[in-house]
């Protein structure tokens, strides 16, 4: 059984995105680890870095940082023993330590393709040269460039969810 403890926090509706999570699993985590000094989300079946200063941001804000005050989600010194648990359904966050959280995300964001038994009758992958040469086609084919101008504008997206995040907490955090 895990326990989470709920915070009665203001959540903003842009929050994920801020932070860098695009994807539509129900549930995501958040923490901050001193490997690469970096906060990460989390859905229990992927991962990836985030954007710092969106978390920053949140987590700092005088109302999100008093609630937050008797866990530790993690630094640029030490590994989080706690994580951030957002419900995108419910616009709800909860903290529990990340072994906890990670074991209740597996649970309930399992892809609805990964929940099928594997089909006994399927034919074996073969990694051979053939196989390799048509993989390295593959990935080949999705690189992409990105131009100075797509990354500018990345940027400046990114200066802009933050602003959003700033303002949403400033004027919701009464």
Same mark, same amino acid.
């Given at each position: 059984?895990?326990? *989470?403890? @709920?915070?009665? &926090?203001?959540?903003?509706?842009?929050?994920?995105?801020?932070?860098?999570? %695009?994807?539509?699993?129900?549930?995501?985590?958040?923490?901050?680890? @001193?490997?690469?000094?970096a906060i990460l989300w989390d =859905?229990?079946?992927?991962? /990836?870095?985030?954007?710092?200063?969106?978390?920053? &941001? *949140? #987590?700092?804000?005088?109302?999100?940082?008093?609630?937050?005050?008797?866990?530790?989600?993690?630094?640029? %010194?030490?590994?989080?023993?706690?994580?951030?648990?957002?419900?995108?359904?419910?616009? =709800?966050?909860? #903290?529990?330590?990340?072994?906890?959280?990670?074991?209740?995300?597996?649970?309930?964001?399992? @892809?609805?393709?990964? /929940?099928?038994?594997?089909?006994?009758? /399927?034919?074996? #992958?073969? &990694?051979?040269?053939?196989?390799?040469?048509?993989?390295?086609?593959?990935?080949?084919?999705v690189q992409s460039t990105v =131009?100075?101008?797509?990354?500018?504008?990345?940027?400046?997206?990114?200066?802009?969810?933050?602003?959003?995040?700033?303002?949403?907490?400033?004027?919701?955090?009464?």
């Amino acid at each position: 059984m895990h326990k *989470f403890h @709920p915070l009665e &926090i203001p959540v903003p509706p842009m929050l994920e995105e801020a932070i860098g999570y %695009d994807g539509d699993d129900r549930y995501v985590a958040f923490y901050w680890t @001193p490997a690469g000094d970096a906060i990460l989300w989390d =859905t229990g079946w992927s991962s /990836a870095t985030g954007q710092w200063p969106a978390w920053l &941001i *949140f #987590v700092r804000h005088p109302r999100i940082a008093s609630a937050l005050m008797s866990y530790h989600l993690g630094s640029s %010194d030490q590994e989080a023993t706690h994580w951030l648990l957002l419900d995108r359904h419910e616009r =709800t966050v909860s #903290v529990s330590p990340g072994r906890d959280v990670h074991a209740f995300l597996r649970e309930h964001n399992r @892809p609805a393709t990964w /929940a099928a038994e594997p089909d006994a009758e /399927a034919e074996p #992958v073969v &990694i051979d040269a053939a196989f390799l040469n048509t993989l390295m086609d593959e990935i080949e084919e999705v690189q992409s460039t990105v =131009t100075a101008e797509e990354l500018y504008a990345n940027l400046a997206d990114q200066d802009q969810q933050q602003r959003r995040l700033q303002v949403w907490l400033d004027t919701h955090s009464g």
